[in-house]
């Protein structure tokens, strides 16, 4: 009967020998991964030493095929192979220039130095507590997703056997309840707005489209990234209705610079949005402006910066929030626009539209940070009153039954003509007297 084959990852009789140059020496049988058996060796000052040494071979060895990664690599190699396989993923660029920003920042100069073999979950949770007190339980919930997709890839290279971010906590961020302009706010909101433009200022002219960009965003719901990547040929303003195709954003590069990327956000954000009549004869009058005054736009932009390039919505919702705190609303960021427009669309046509409008997945995702709750309680009266209660017999009770002269007052007992009178205001309290 054959003999049976070692098994993977095992190894067979040690021998040890000392050779000839003083030194020990410690052979075996192994066999790798591949299936095939090979002799390893390995050398000591002694005997047992030389035994060890081998044995930590055999914890290490791995055939060229898992040769990336072992467990004695550190992390920045580890780090070296995981870039590469992120830029050949279909992650968005945005995606892929924040994983790279959090390694570069936070967790090589953490962990770096530290081998494959001892990143425990304990150390990893050390790192994410540091990255929480420093920076915010945002960025740690980054960096803890970026390690879990590291050594992912050093499971599949069998330099380790789990995950040792599976067993960390994250803290969530406090999320507060969103809070929407309503319309008078946002009249209010607007003629300030176009007050602080017009307004004569020192130094540089103060920019006139403010109230535009508003105006836009808070009929579109759009993302402030969307609107600045539209070009007039996503526009179709004599349709029935006016419609708005969303299909790109804006995005900053690792370089700092800012570029469109020819999808938004997620698969959802690509969608068509109506416009309403007060938007479409602005943004007539805006395409106007555009053509009578040359200035350049090569991309041709609805939104172009003052040199004819891309708009950083970095810089446009910085400069918004510092004006809009002068105005007395320092609440509002280009984002609330957006909140505002959802919470409109959910009150009318329901969270289901809303979600639409915002280019959301979940519908959830809409309620829970974009649609503001309701300031006033709603008039259930004439629903619930289906469960008012009735009287015996199927009667509704007096003061339910109008009309009925027995129901609105009841009638008073009469006296017994052979009681005898036990009080001295018998004729008064008698209805007959």
Known sequence: MAREPLPLGTWGQIKVSRSTCGAWNARAKYRDMDGKVRIVEARGTSAASARRNLLQKFADRKTPRYGLVNPRSKINQLIEVFLVEMQS???????????????????????????????????????????????????????GAVMSWMFK??????????????????????????????????????????????????????????????????????????????????????????????????????????????????????????????????????????????????????FPSSTGTVCDSNNIGKLLRKVADSLGYDWVTLKTFRKANATLIARALGPEAAAYQAGHSKVSMTQEHYIEELREALDTRSVVDAFKPKG??????????????????????????????????DEKDDPKV
């Open 153 to 302: 890839v050093a499971l599949r290279h069998d330099a380790i056997t789990v995950n040792p971010v599976i067993g960390v906590s994250i803290p969530r961020n406090k999320t507060t309840k969103p809070q929407a302009l309503d319309a008078a706010q946002y009249q209010d909101l607007r003629d300030k707005l176009i007050a602080w433009e017009t307004a004569p200022a020192l130094g540089r002219p103060r920019t006139q489209e403010l109230h535009e960009i508003a105006d836009c965003l808070i009929a579109t719901g759009a993302r402030p990234g969307e609107l600045f990547a539209l070009t007039w040929d996503d526009i179709v303003l004599d349709a029935e209705p006016p419609t708005v195709f969303i299909n790109a954003t804006v995005i900053r590069t690792s370089t700092g610079g800012v570029r469109i990327q020819d999808h938004p956000k997620s698969q959802h954000g690509i969608r068509h949005v109506t416009v309403p009549e007060f938007l479409v004869e602005q943004l007539r009058e805006r395409k106007h402006l555009q053509m009578e005054s040359g200035a350049p736009n090569p991309l041709n932009l609805v």
């Open 392 to 425: 015996k017999a199927g009667q509704t009770y007096p003061a339910e039954a109008e009309g009925s002269p027995t129901a609105a007052e009841p009638e008073p007992e009469q006296a017994l003509p052979d009681e005898e009178d036990k009080t001295e205001n």
């Open 89 to 143: 993923s279909d992650r968005a660029d945005r995606t892929k220039d924040k994983y790279e920003y959090c390694i570069k920042k936070y967790i090589a100069p953490a962990i770096g130095e530290v081998r494959v073999s001892e990143a425990t979950s304990g150390v990893i949770d050390n790192v994410i507590r540091k990255i929480v007190e420093d920076v915010g339980p945002s960025t740690a919930r980054s960096c």
